[in-house]
């Protein structure tokens, strides 16, 4: 038996596995079936009590005496599923994960052995949880833990990957007083931003909160490697053509300490032009944007030299209306920045390997999550990188995402 952690994963050992989730109160627990957009092909793909079957999947009640389960026969699973997202929340309604520890038990569904066992740690305010996913990988399928936490319940996690869900809670932050002046005021991601949208100049001048530093012109990639520090921006153009084929986006920490591992999660969050969220990739969804950019996957200990994680993009197949992306870290642990040295970001030539752009944070703050980079796109096409260095309170990709779009 394997005791997991966030970010693991080891291979099936059965075709058929059961995964149960069990806690001192109830909970309801959910299947999703996922293509490789990390997307349900519709709401018939997503199983739960109200819809217990579907192809390969099906959900096991426990009737209050036993923890209710989500049973995979990968044999039978669709071709085009490439993973089942496992989730749980409490059945109180409103009722967070705060004091109660979730364990989920990955078993082979023939004979009920144990297989592993996963405890997200440090649960709070979440709602709702995405537990664990069983997901194809080269031919073979594997399970890997996730315990990513939602603060708006299943219905969060429902809609996120995919499925209509009747009591969405979007139009809330228009009726919410206090969030009323924000929305129409928000300006388009920066007034070079969004090819093809009308330009509208009197925002411009409060749309770019950070870049404004003293002492750092735009410069581009004709002399070679670029050294960014802080705040400053250079334009992705190389002898006057911009930079539209894949790069890859490296991300490199340290322990600050020798002999403590550092498990930190490196992400990308894309937007549109209007500062509006599309997607996040990140080590639980290693695939968005039909492929146009991927995650090389989870590094639990930030020893070793080179790159940590990496985030490869290629610009020329980002949809049209994908014009701003932000490179983020986060400490799920709860680990602090200060307790992480020579922490960095780097851009690359996917094809070459030429490193263009490169990073380095030379400061630290006591926070768990931070904005590493940022690339915008302009009206004329090009792509514009700029340095951010910005910490923020957060464990995990979600909790960036706001504070990402204020960012652009």
Known sequence: MTAMTPGSNIPLTAARVAVDVAAPVRLDVSGLLLGANGKVRSDDDFIF?????????????GGGAAPDAILVDTTAVPAGIEKIVVTASPDAAGQSFQGIEPTA?????????????????????????VVMEIYLRNGAWKARAVGQGYANGLAGIATDFGVSVDEEPTPAPAATPAAAPAPPAAPPLDPRVAAGLPSTPAAAPPAPPAPPAAGTGKINLDKGRVSLQKNQTVSLVKGGRPLLSQVKMGLGWEPAFRGKDIDLDASVIAYGPQRNHIDSCYFG????????????????????????????????????????????????SGQKFTEVA??????????????????????????????????????????????????????TVRGMVKPAAQAL
């Open 49 to 61: 009590y109200n819809q217990p079957a579907g192809p390969g999947v099906t959900y096991r009640s």
């Open 285 to 332: 969804k290693l695939s968005i944007l039909n492929g146009a950019i991927k995650h090389s996957g989870d590094n639990l200990t930030g020893e070793g030299a080179g790159d940590d994680e990496v985030i490869v993009v290629d610009l020329g197949r980002l949809p049209a209306d994908c014009t701003g992306l932000v490179f983020t870290v986060n400490s799920f």
């Open 342 to 395: 020579k922490a960095y970001c780097r851009l690359l030539d996917a094809a070459s390997g030429e490193e263009l752009v490169r990073f380095d944070l030379t400061t630290a703050e006591p926070q768990t999550g931070v904005m590493m980079a940022k690339l915008i796109k302009q009206f004329s096409g090009e792509w514009e990188m700029t340095g951010m260095g910005e910490f923020v309170k957060s464990r």
């Open 105 to 129: 038990t990955l078993r082979n569904a023939d004979d009920g052995s144990v297989l592993a066992t996963f405890t997200p740690p440090r649960l709070g305010t979440e709602t709702a949880l």
